[in-house]
């Protein structure tokens, strides 16, 4: 899978990803390829005789639309970014609207790398052969991400009591926001102002788990509420 520009019937690909496909892949002119556009949309398309100097390739015909995912994912930006760059990955793979990176009490100054969380969102969608590449959104704290206009669906994981029942993800649900705190969890006064936006507190396990595996836990449980664990992935080049 390549991220590209498609217009009419030839399809133009990245420099980076011309090199990879011949210097890696050895894929060569008359070669089939997908390029996606991000958006939701792909299509098959052949390699061309200067495909390595263009980057062009032929529109053979458009595939199969996938859906948008419907979930947005915050996540307390954690104090080592090889774990917050890990859960991005995977967040994409498992599929997610966007990421909205969290300045919270606990983690107020950590590092946040945008250019490289952006490439690894890039990469990830193509390993798992998406078509929506997800929003990845500037880090906002608490009281500006209540300021925004969210699906009405929102949950939060909290370790500790939040003074409400736990909630699960209710049934197709087209879309929903879900947040996780940094090490530590989110603040008593963070809790608080979640609560009064109408944000509900989620259980994720009986155990403690760590950020990161608590995000990929939401993502998995959002998806087996949407019945999406159980749609079959049909290859459409076979």
Not at 33 to 51: H, R, T
Not at 133 to 145: A, N
Not at 203 to 227: D, H, I, P, Y
Request: proline share 5%; glycine share 8%; with cysteine.
């Amino acid at each position: 899978m390549f991220l590209g520009k498609v217009e009419g019937n030839m399809a133009e690909i990245s420099a980076e990803d011309r090199t990879h496909a011949g210097r890696v892949l050895r894929l060569k002119p008359g070669s089939l390829i997908q390029v996606c556009n991000g958006n939701g949309q792909a299509w098959e398309a052949e390699l061309q005789s200067d495909f390595q100097s263009s980057g062009t390739a032929r529109v053979l015909r458009e595939l199969p639309a996938q859906a948008k995912p419907g979930l947005w994912l915050g996540m307390g930006i954690l104090h080592k970014a090889d774990r917050l760059e890990w859960m991005v990955e995977k967040a994409v793979e498992l599929g997610i609207q966007g990421i909205i990176p969290l300045r919270t009490e606990r983690a107020m100054a950590y590092r946040f790398n945008a250019s490289r969380l952006k490439k690894i969102m890039e990469s990830a969608l193509k390993q798992s052969q998406r078509y929506w590449m997800p929003q990845l959104l500037d880090p906002m704290g608490i009281s500006e991400l209540c300021q925004q206009n969210w699906p009405e669906v929102r949950r939060f994981a909290f370790c500790q009591d939040a003074g409400s029942p736990l909630e699960e993800w209710p049934n197709h649900s087209k879309e929903a926001i879900g947040l996780i705190g940094p090490e530590g969890d989110f603040s008593s006064a963070e809790v608080s102002t979640l609560l009064a936006n109408g944000f509900k507190p989620m259980g994720l396990s009986a155990f403690r788990l760590r950020s990161e595996t608590a995000a990929l836990t939401m993502v998995c449980k959002w998806n087996q509420a949407q019945g999406l664990d159980q749609i079959a992935m049909i290859n459409p080049l076979v």
